[in-house]
Nanobody, 114 residues
Framework: VQLQASGGGLVQAGGSLRLSCAVP????????MAWYRQAPGKQRELVAA???????TYTDSMKGRFTISRDNAKNSVYLQMNSLKPEDTAVYYC?????????WGQGTLVTVSS
């Protein structure tokens, strides 16, 4: 199984994007979920995580700008990204939360121009 993220694109600094991820119900119903990203030349990093109970955690640089959410009825996980910066340029992936994400997909490219 691969989780496919979508919604990426080119946006100017200060703009917003909403990423989506379709997650099979069998996975979403029993897992905490997360978004990750990998910028060019850098290691993949955690962006945000969301427990099945609704608790969220964010990497410091994303706090106040990004919001992770899930809709179990639509089998989807979302990442709302506001006030985007050029340093947010990366491929974004959804997956199960740390410590053992298991369903890497192709990701969706977000490019933020200055």
């Amino acid at each position: 199984v691969q989780l496919q993220a979508s919604g990426g694109g080119l946006v100017q600094a200060g703009g917003s994007l909403r990423l989506s991820c379709a997650v099979p119900g069998s996975i979403l119903s029993i897992n905490d979920m997360a978004w990750y990203r990998q910028a060019p030349g850098k290691q993949r990093e955690l962006v945000a995580a969301l427990t099945s109970g609704g608790r969220t955690t964010y990497t410091d640089s994303m706090k106040g700008r990004f919001t992770i959410s899930r809709d179990n009825a639509k089998n989807s996980v979302y990442l709302q990204m506001n006030s985007l910066k050029p340093e947010d340029t990366a491929v974004y992936y959804c997956n199960t939360a740390p410590p053992h994400p298991r369903y890497w997909g192709q990701g969706t490219l977000v490019t933020v121009s200055s």
